[in-house]
């Protein structure tokens, strides 16, 4: 009989999410550890394995398991490596073989990918992507991250880190500089952050009445924005339209490159619901070639954010 | 045992050149036809079937022939059909299942797609892209077409027509007019029409002195720019700097897309050598996100130039 569950393991900055998740993307249980108490990885994998075994253990056996997906800041998938990641407390400046040393450890295949293309992979197998061969989703989070899928497999490229859409540049003079060390990338302006920004520049550089000149301009996120367009506030309003009218250009150039059936958007900012989206597709169709005019579809994410990450690394241990 | 040769044909709006060529990349034999003596494409299939049985059974049997691929403006590699082709007399406004009525016709397999991706398969084939499974051409003639190579195919996308990187923005206010009727396309600077565009733009709005004043300001083309620049003329020099430098800029945004192995220049600004590579390559590392500075090649293509068409083309057809 086929093994019926697969392990999703999502290794952000402070924590490490594990899930157990079925075939139809229902994550059955799951726990989570911290991932920045060691500067060894050797210690950290054997703590996360330990943490596997455990939750697995529980309810079901490893033998029921086909294998782990996991989507992790850096992580090379042709390699199985973690590469200079220097946001995990063991992971800078240096190749980690995570994928080898997880295998070595609990004995189960392994597999490995950045946090935004398990997310394509999480979309694809259980969400608003099942049955497309050719899309991109986009996470708006603190960053702006992409995977890109074609003839329903994600683009990794030449070197395995195709896909860091949130770097293309939208703004070629004086633009934001962004923690890529460029100038202009569209994530300097349309993640979370690039909301909050865009709200001080307006704040700073207008005396349109606003209910965020309430809030001292070093603390607005964009949850005050969202909060504050939602009441009706006309600047929140437009900080939405500036952000999703940048989205909107910048897909119509994704477009022109791989002519993806859909545009998935994931993240925080998505809560935003048509206020982003509206700007967003108007902005894209007024900057298509008129081929791809209205025919692009642009999506919400149909993964429960919860679970989001833990789905879509696990998604990849499908293919195992 | 295998049958050794295939044959090639690349359908412009004038002219249709045909070739039979072995698998070495040598074209045997070749000739061409008129494609706009007609305005009915049953006619021309008709035409065009005569003329390759002609050229192969001159020298070699049709059963010695795997297939025919076809390079073709607005070809669509997925149904094998020509789409809405304005630019071909008899292709205007409708969908002409070519490949079908070829094969009809013929009684071969036929293998289409359009003639910037039918260059990148030249390539791979047998030019400066073999053993690549990740690259893109970029063909800069009157436009700029693209043919972008993941995973050692080709990027085709939902709809057939992924890869226009000739259209994305590269100007975002105040750019000029491209034939496809956006604005600040990469075509309406980076092509040949494009530089001779510069060309105008900056003699009329400087006083610097130049060699390209003794032409009438709209005769000047690429050519006349590349051969001032050759005699070291300071405005034309200017003028590919420019040129190269808003292709290297849109270079840097292809790569955090694709991550390509290398990028392979093709078409006649070419023949400026130098004069653009310089600036494509100082451009495109400056824009790149750290971890692919100098390490994206960026190389003209090993196709000769007279038979690359048709070589890209007939590349096609050993898929088959």
Redesign the interface.
């Known amino acids: 009989m086929e093994k019926p569950y697969v392990v999703g393991i999502d290794i952000g900055a402070t924590t490490a999410k594990i899930g157990i998740v079925d075939a139809r993307g229902n994550v059955l249980d799951q726990t989570a550890i911290r991932s920045n108490d060691t500067a060894k990885s050797e210690e950290f994998v054997s703590n996360l394995c330990d943490a596997v075994k455990r939750l697995v253990e529980k309810s079901y056996s490893l033998s029921d398991v086909r294998g782990i997906g996991i989507g992790a800041p850096n992580a090379n998938y042709y390699n199985g490596t973690i590469e200079n990641a220097v946001n995990l407390t063991w992971g800078g400046q240096q190749v980690i073989p995570f994928a080898q040393m997880m295998t070595d450890c609990i004995g189960l295949p392994v597999r490995l990918t950045n946090d935004a293309n398990a997310a394509a992979v999480g979309e694809m197998t259980y969400g608003a992507a099942r049955g497309?061969?050719?899309?991109i989703t986009i996470t708006l989070g603190t960053g702006v991250g992409s995977g890109?899928v074609?003839?329903g497999?994600v683009?990794?490229?030449?070197?395995?880190?195709?896909?860091?859409?949130g770097?293309?540049?939208m703004v070629?003079h004086n633009g934001r500089l962004c923690g890529?060390?460029?100038t202009g990338c569209l994530e300097a302006y349309a993640s979370a952050t690039g909301v909050a920004r865009t709200a001080r520049e307006k704040l700073e550089t207008t005396v349109t009445p606003s209910l965020l000149r309430n809030i001292p301009l070093e603390d607005i996120t964009s949850k005050d924005v969202f909060e504050a367009a939602v009441q009706g506030d006309e600047l929140a309003k437009e900080i939405f339209e500036f952000t999703g009218k940048m989205l909107g250009?910048a897909f119509?150039?994704?477009v022109?490159?791989?002519?993806?059936?859909a545009i998935i958007l994931f993240g925080g900012l998505t809560k935003a619901g048509d206020l982003l989206m509206k700007p967003v597709v108007q902005s894209m169709n007024q900057?298509l070639?008129?081929?791809?005019r209205n025919?692009i579809k642009v999506l919400f994410s149909q993964l429960k954010e919860s679970d989001a990450a833990i789905l879509g690394a696990s998604g990849l241990a499908w293919e195992l």
Chains 1, 2 share one sequence.
């Open positions: 497309m061969k050719n899309f890109i074609v003839n497999g683009l990794y490229g030449h070197d395995g880190f195709a896909g860091e859409l770097h293309v540049t070629r890529c060390g460029k250009e119509a150039d994704f022109v490159f791989s002519s993806p059936e900057n070639m008129p081929m791809w025919k």
